[in-house]
């Protein structure tokens, strides 16, 4: 199972607020047999200036418990991706 990374820098009122998503995947070279892992790119947001936080928040939320990105918050408000089976 992939691993998921998710960044936000939150913008003052001048400033945009950008959120990214990014996969760590493993990967394999058959040409050289050599394993390795690489980072996807699997969302990028810039909000509009002045977006209240409490409303990035929740985009934020319903984005991560949604079932395009199998991740879930926990309660302190890390996000991580759910436990392996």
């Not at 394999?28 to 047999?33: E, I, L, R, S």
């Amino acid at each position: 199972m992939a691993t998921y990374y998710v960044g936000l820098d939150l913008g003052q009122s001048a400033d945009y607020t950008a959120l990214a998503v990014v996969q760590k995947v493993p990967a394999y070279d058959p040409q050289t047999g050599k394993h390795s892992t690489e980072l996807r790119l699997r969302h990028l947001e810039r909000y509009p200036l002045k977006t209240p936080y409490t409303q990035i928040a929740d985009h934020v939320h319903d984005l991560l418990s949604g079932p395009r990105l199998p991740c879930r918050s926990s309660r302190t408000g890390a996000w991580r991706s759910p436990p392996r089976n």
